[in-house]
C-alpha cells in the first residue's frame, strides 16, 4: 500500500500548522509530519515563520510508521540531494503571460481606495 521509501525525496503541501511541527499530504493522499526539530538545521521558535499553509515544500522521508504516516525531514535534505531531485525531471511549470489578468484587482482597485480612505 505505502508507495514511498525512507530517504525518498517528494513534495507535498503544508495542510495544518501546530507549535510542534506541520502536516503535509502528497498527490496519492498520504499525510506525514514535518517536526519542528527537522525543518531546519537551526533553532526555530515559530515554524510559521518558515512554513506556510497551502504551499508546497520538498521533503526527506525519515520514518514511515506502521499506519503509512511519513516522518519527513527538510533540514536532512543535502544540497546534492535537491540538485539530484530537480535533475530527475521534477520542474515547476511557468505560467504562460497570456493567462496572467489582474483586471479583477484593476476593477475593485478603486473600491478599495475609497474605502481606506474612509478608515483613515
Given at each position: ?20 511541527g ?24 515559530n ?68 474605502k ?5
Amino acid at each position: 500500500m505505502n508507495t514511498y521509501k525512507i530517504n525518498d525525496i517528494i513534495e507535498g503541501t503544508i495542510i495544518n500548522i501546530k507549535p510542534f511541527g506541520a502536516i503535509m499530504i502528497f498527490e496519492d493522499g498520504q499525510k506525514g509530519l514535518l517536526h519542528i526539530s527537522q525543518v531546519a538545521n537551526t533553532f526555530i521558535r515559530n515554524i510559521s515563520r518558515y512554513l506556510k499553509i497551502g504551499k508546497t515544500y520538498q521533503v526527506k522521508i525519515i520514518g514511515i510508521e506502521e499506519d503509512g504516516f511519513l516522518k519527513l525531514s527538510m533540514s536532512q535534505i543535502s544540497q546534492e540531494e535537491k540538485d539530484e531531485y530537480h535533475r530527475s525531471g521534477v520542474k515547476k511549470e511557468k505560467i504562460d503571460p497570456q493567462y496572467i489578468d489582474f483586471s479583477a484587482l484593476k476593477a475593485k482597485l478603486p473600491e478599495w481606495i475609497e474605502k481606506a480612505k474612509k478608515e483613515n
